[in-house]
């Protein structure tokens, strides 16, 4: 697998990150008798193979590089892309709350470049699988290319389709809807997920959200939530500790449920109110 986390040492094949000065940084796989050129001069792959990693490393014209394991951050913000970008602060919040976890099965739809597919494949594991949808086959190809690049293709199966079609998958442990109307999907969102299932999609504007969320309440969503993410970086030197000059602010709101069983029964009224909404309170009358 060309991304390995799990080695001290940079091998044959590794995805390596080389960082230079002012946090110039590249990613790119280690061959042997390869060269990497870079505007502050070249590198020898043979010489970084079998190198720790964290080791500082110099091109031939003297400038100073450290040689890292990328990060799932480094590799989602290095990925090509041909759509709007996920942040790293968005999709890392998404898989606690969708709790993807080793061997389950996750769904996605609006596969886009495949930065939340990497993610998920990731998290997933070699046991888990991950089944991504999308409707233009020029994303899907490159988001493809991304996810092979990384040795995780395997765990994910990509469906070139327009999901109006509804999904071909049932009992998904969670689901991440990426696409510009997701109300218009709910009930097949559902039908895909197992009970008790995750949901999980981000919208860039408030009337968006709120034609969401009338339709999670219809078709018995429950534990819904709304929210939005900053994320605000300080310049690290200790004598003048303050914020950098810039920040990425709004990226997007993300909205969370999961799929419930809403039984008739008069008792459950108080709790239904509290967690579902007004669609499950009517359901009893």
Known sequence: MPWNLNTTH???????LLVGLRHKHFIFPLLPGGTFHTHRGILSHDELIGKPW???VFSHQGSPFFLLQPALADILNDLKRSTQIMYPKDIGYILTRLSVGPGQTVLEAGTGSGSMAVALAYAVGPQGRVVTYEKREEFQKLARKNLERLGLGGRVEFR?????????VTDADAFFLDVSNPWDYIAPVRAALKPGGFFASLLPTFNQVALLLHALRRENFAFIEVCELMLRFYKPEPTR??????????TGYLIFGRRIEAGGDERSRDLLEEAAGVSAIEDLE
Do not use: K, N, W
């Open 10 to 16: 940079a091998a044959i094949g590794d995805l390596a």
């Open 54 to 56: 964290g080791s500082q």
């Open 160 to 168: 070139l389709r327009d999901i109006i079609e509804g999904f071909d």
């Open 241 to 250: 500790l303050r914020p950098t000059d810039r920040m990425v602010a709004h």
